[in-house]
């Protein structure tokens, strides 16, 4: 059918009857012979100097009367380069030129100025074409994971082959060998348009049994599975062009700068790599890497994935690999890209078990525009960009994750997923509270959109009923009501409705009223004996550090030499002493060497000690929530950064005592302050040096 639709609309273009001294070039679906029985035509008339445009005006005649839509330039091979170098996404759109009739020395004078010049400007503008390839697949989604997926501009689509292709073209990376997979998309498209009998690049549900029917498949269900093997091999090709090409445009010289981001991770050169002799025993090694791609964006190696995949199953959790798992979770930008990586390397299922179930499972509900494993991903995401609008942001990215890992078994999924979610907290070690918290939020996920259904948000009935569900905890409360939204925008197209948004918003205000706010313990301080003190705590792997001093601020020397060496805390608490003092007690992650290397107390506190320069790091503005509860503490949560609580020691006034811990790759500190403040200038000062607003 395809060939029958690219004679046709070579006969029509054959009827041209065109000037002297100029050539024919055709770009889009005609020029790379994808034609379908509703596709346009896309042409470029290539002239020499001293040609008059007027001539072109009545030649397209035959190609109108054959009932085309035309799109026709008239240029010559220099204004098409220029065309080219005013950004990648234009010169894109000329790459497939291909000569049709004329004088083939203009067509090719053209080509050769066009892929000239698309070099030079790929190279100056790559991350802007990238970029607009990023906002294509935001719009479009991925062809492998949405229910209705767009063949052409979806991730994984044709035109992410078409991407592959100027790749190549650029000289950045390799062409793979797709064409079975273009054949499938192609072929799928072609019929589509047959059967809705006008241009599509969606497939409908009430397209894709007639379609699978015309290519032999068995059902529209098959359709899908070959649909999902095709994209999901033009992805993971497009990953590794994007990495070589990106590798290609960003090196500097010869031997690439490299630095280390945890133990055995190190960024080489714009891509996360392994230690030069990493140790492959560790288990969670591959958490590391995830997680480090995940906090820096920086980009896994498929060959980094495959040397992991020989790294021993974990068996127990430790507190850096939970620590590592959250973060993994925590990026709105790169979660969902590390645990598609992490699940196609095979290597997620050794985090969450459960997962397999759930992979490329098309939902039964219409109104999900993805398949359950990617409307999950979308849900994380989602709650990853907000985490700091709640005190336990881990449980919520946890519940988050497994909220519909419960579907297709049989039973209310809410149920099921519940029961999963607390296997996996115990594996986790959470606490007893905590995975009540989780398993509660996970079971009753769904329970304020059915509420705002049925219900009056401001009547009895609905504030008891969700008083109930959540268990009179203020913090499942809040984990529920942001839960819901990210569910239903990650679901689909007008799913997060005005109303459902008000009726959320109305009865999580309400529950909280009518609950306890919890009180803050003050945390109990005992002053080292020294200035500071340094020892190990070998069954959580981390470092204790004691410090006192007389005010606040000169313990800004510690934070400063704690990031300098590459260490992260990850808990901490101050509190004043009787006689004025301020004593404070850290627990420290060792990221940049092995735990037995850094215990050195002596070397430490010489270096604390000595008279070198030591700078809190600067931070990237985050997320920042800060705010006054009515018992006077104020709480701060942000994105967990190097320099962060140094950061916030410098804009505080005078505590009375501070507790800080990190929670799901996110800080939550609680403060309360000496005597009376003007509260609106501290959270406005904390909000600043955190969150640059």
């Known amino acids: 059918m395809r060939a029958q639709a690219q004679s046709r609309a070579f006969q029509a273009v054959s009827g041209v009857q065109l000037p002297p001294g100029t050539g024919l070039a055709a770009t889009g679906s005609f020029a790379r012979r994808e034609m379908t029985p509703r596709s346009d035509i896309d042409l470029i008339l290539i002239h020499g100097p001293g040609f008059d445009e007027s001539q072109a005006q009545d030649l397209w005649y035959p190609i109108w009367e054959e009932k085309y839509h035309l799109d026709v330039a008239v240029r010559t091979p220099e204004e098409a380069a220029h065309i080219a170098a005013q950004s990648p996404q234009s010169g894109l759109a000329q790459l497939d030129l291909a000569y049709v009739a004329g004088n083939k020395a203009l067509v090719d004078s053209a080509r050769a100025k066009l892929l000239a010049t698309w070099r030079r400007q790929l190279q100056t503008g790559f991350d802007g074409f990238i970029d607009h390839a990023i906002s294509r697949w935001h719009r479009s989604g ?63 549900p009430e397209f894709a049994a007639d379609i699978a029917r015309d290519l032999g498949l068995g059902d529209r269900y098959e359709l899908t599975a070959a649909l999902v093997e095709a994209a999901s091999a033009v992805e993971k090709a497009l990953e590794r062009s994007l990495a070589q090409a990106r590798a290609l445009v960003t090196r500097r010289s010869t031997q690439a700068v490299r630095r280390p981001l945890d133990i055995d991770v ?79 390397a095979g290597l997620w299922e050794r985090f969450v078990p459960d997962w397999g179930h759930i992979r490329g499972r098309l939902p039964r509900e219409r109104t999900h525009i993805h398949s359950v494993d990617a409307h999950t991903l979308a849900t994380v995401a989602g709650v990853a960009a907000v985490r700091t609008t709640v005190a336990r942001p881990d449980l919520l990215l946890l519940a988050a994750l497994f909220h519909d890992i419960g579907k297709g078994y049989g039973r209310p999924h809410e149920q099921v997923g519940s029961e999963l979610v607390a296997r996996q907290a115990q594996r986790m070690g959470l606490d007893v509270a905590d995975r009540s918290r989780v398993q509660t939020v996970v079971a009753e996920h769904t329970t304020l959109a059915r509420l705002a259904a049925r219900l009056d948000p401001n009547s009895e009935e609905a504030l008891d009923e969700f008083l109930s569900a959540a268990h009179f905890d203020p913090l499942v409360i809040n984990m529920l009501a942001v839960l819901a939204k990210a569910d239903a925008q990650a679901t689909g197209p007008g799913v997060w409705t005005r109303r459902l948004e008000s009726c959320v918003e109305t009865l999580r205000g309400r529950a909280l009223v009518a609950v306890r706010p919890r009180v803050l313990v003050t945390p109990r301080v005992v002053a080292p004996a020294e200035e500071v003190c340094l020892d190990v705590d070998w069954d959580a792997g981390l470092l204790r550090i004691g410090w006192r001093g007389p005010t606040q601020r000169d313990m800004e020397r510690l934070l400063a030499l704690i990031g300098s060496w590459g260490w992260t805390i990850v ?111 501290v959270v406005r000062a904390v909000t600043a040096a955190l969150g640059g607003s």
């Open 266 to 344: 190190i960024d080489a050169g714009g891509q996360i790599d392994l230690s030069r002799k990493p140790n492959f025993d560790d288990p969670w090694l591959v958490a590391r890497v995830a997680a480090a791609s995940a906090r820096t964006g920086l980009t896994v190696p498929e060959a980094t994935w495959e040397r992991l995949s020989h790294t021993p199953q974990p068996s127990r959790w430790t507190r850096a690999a939970v620590e590592d798992f959250y973060a993994i979770l925590s990026s709105p930008l790169h979660s969902a890209r590390v645990i598609r990586e992490l699940d196609a």
């Open 571 to 681: 808990r901490s608490a101050m509190a004043r002493q009787a006689d004025t003092t301020v004593a404070s007690r850290l627990e420290v992650r060792v990221q940049s060497q092995q735990l037995a290397h850094a215990i050195h107390a002596p070397r430490f506190i010489q270096a604390y000690k000595s008279s070198a320069p030591y700078e809190i790091p600067g931070i990237a503005a985050q997320p920042t929530y800060a705010a006054f509860d009515v018992g006077g503490v104020l709480e701060v949560r942000t994105v967990e950064r190097t320099g962060a609580l140094g950061h916030l020691l410098r804009v505080l006034p005078e505590i009375e005592y501070l507790s800080h811990d990190v929670l799901g790759a996110t800080m939550v500190v609680q403060v309360k302050l000496r005597g009376e403040c003007n509260r609106t200038q």
């Open 142 to 204: 991925a062809v492998a994971t949405m229910t209705n997926p767009d063949l052409k501009n979806g991730r994984g689509g044709l035109r992410d082959i078409q991407l592959l292709r100027a790749f190549a073209l650029g000289n950045l990376a390799d062409m793979p060998n797709l064409e079975r997979e273009r054949d499938l998309l192609l072929d799928v498209r072609t019929l589509l348009h047959v059967h809705a009998r006008r241009h599509r690049d969606t497939l409908d």
